[in-house]
């Protein structure tokens, strides 16, 4: 009899919910919420593992412990309860899918990875992203004034570690395919402004390396003192401060060539 009542209390207090009061699921450790939702349901797994679905236009999630927000139509996932707190495990979003993942020490600007897609699957083991449907992948670093904005049809992204005393890069490893649209940019003296396209991009930040494969076109203001570039593939270096320090260009002669931009005045 109880247990009947408490069922009847929880429908009426979702009814409520639905007539215009905001619904919100929130863990007592303050590590996970999740408001914005039509329908919510958990599931207990085995042991300590709960799983979830959200439904909402869209449903907006929160976890902290991964420095995470997301933004759905549709969020499903599996948690690990320790304590008060629920900590994720994995989350698969699918419609007009927007997250943010920030990243960097508590005394800076943390560095913001902004990502853009139809469908998007997350694992925290692994802290790796992967990205279908469309995708946009946003970074900007305030501490060294510098952004990356990437586009293509799909991506897979590992992340960097959210624990740190120093600024970071968001993304550790990037692969981006799919008509590919790229801008690297810095701010200052040292200023940085290089955009293109390309079949398909890799990038590496620990060992700094961009790699472009596939109907490759570079332009830069600083990459060949100015200029552009075609070639089937480019292969370019950076120093820990993401300055170019070499490009290498494949292709046959009919399918590459380096135009640098005419002096000033010229």
């Known amino acids: 009899m109880k247990a009947r009542l408490a069922t009847i209390a929880i429908a009426a207090l979702l009814l409520t919910g639905f007539q215009g009061q905001r619904i919100v699921f929130r863990d007592k450790g303050g590590t996970m919420e ?5 329908s919510w349901s958990t ?12 439904i909402g236009q869209p449903v907006v999630a929160k976890w902290s412990r ?3 927000e997301a933004r759905a139509n549709r969020i499903e996932g599996l948690v690990v309860r320790q304590g008060e707190a629920f900590e994720l495990v994995s989350a698969d979003l699918s419609g007009q899918v927007r997250a943010t993942f920030q990243r960097g020490s508590a005394q800076s600007p943390p560095t913001a990875l902004r990502v853009e897609s139809g469908s998007a699957s997350y694992s925290s083991a692994s802290s790796q992203l992967r990205l279908t449907g469309g995708v946009r992948l946003t970074q900007e670093e305030p501490v060294r004034r510098q952004s990356f904005d990437i ?3 799909s991506a897979t ?3 960097a570690s959210v624990a ?10 990037l692969e981006v395919e799919g008509g590919v649209r790229f801008r690297f940019a810095r701010q200052g003296d040292a200023g940085l402004d290089l955009d293109g396209t390309s079949d398909r991009l890799s990038y590496d930040s620990d060992q700094g390396l961009l790699v472009l494969v596939g109907n490759v076109h570079l332009r830069g203001e600083d990459l060949f003192y100015g200029g552009e ?10 120093d820990a401060a993401k300055n170019p320090t070499s490009v290498e260009l494949e292709g046959s002669p009919a399918e590459s060539a380096v135009r640098r ?4 005045g010229r």
């Open 34 to 38: 999740v408001t914005g939702f039509v």
């Open 43 to 54: 599931r207990r797994l085995e042991g300590n593992r709960l799983a979830f679905l959200g």
């Open 66 to 68: 991964q420095a995470m």
């Open 151 to 153: 586009r293509g049809q």
């Open 157 to 159: 992204a590992a992340l």
């Open 164 to 173: 740190g005393g120093r600024p970071t890069e968001a993304v550790k490893t």
């Open 229 to 238: 570039a075609w070639a089937n593939k480019a292969t370019i270096r950076m």
């Open 261 to 264: 931009k005419a002096a000033a």
